[in-house]
């Protein structure tokens, strides 16, 4: 096959390809406008019903990632032997709990504490 205005096919082939390329994406610019203007005519005769609002995606993703930070945070307190918050929240209500019964205990005079 033989291209007219061609010097040696070596080098001129890339460049023939290249155009080709090229030409292929105009065409298909050109479509693509004509499609898009005949859609605009077809939307101006016809009554579109409103689209709902979009609903915010970031909110659901800074979720996300908070979790998965929270997550590692408490992996990395717990290599390193210390409490996760849930532990601490977990160990303040047994002392709340544990405080109660004691006033409970010492308001019926079974137990007297030494206060200094």
């Given at each position: 096959m033989e291209i007219k205005g061609s010097q040696s096919p070596p080098r001129s082939l890339p460049r023939q390809v290249f155009l080709a390329g090229v030409g292929a994406v105009s065409l298909t610019l050109e479509s693509v406008s004509h499609l898009v203007k005949r859609g605009q005519q077809a939307r101006s005769k016809v009554k579109m019903p409103a689209l709902p609002p979009k609903r915010p995606v970031m909110p659901r993703r800074r979720k996300g990632v908070?979790?998965?930070?929270?997550?590692?945070?408490?992996?990395?307190?717990?290599?390193?032997?210390?409490?996760?918050?849930?532990?601490?929240?977990?160990?303040?209500?047994?002392?709340?709990?544990?405080?109660?019964?004691?006033?409970?205990?010492?308001?019926?005079?079974?137990?007297?504490?030494?206060?200094?």
């Open positions: 908070t979790d998965a930070f929270e997550v590692k945070v408490e992996n990395t307190l717990g290599r390193l032997n210390l409490p996760s918050k849930a532990q601490i929240a977990e160990i303040d209500q047994k002392i709340t709990r544990l405080e109660v019964q004691l006033a409970e205990l010492e308001q019926a005079g079974d137990v007297k504490t030494s206060k200094s």
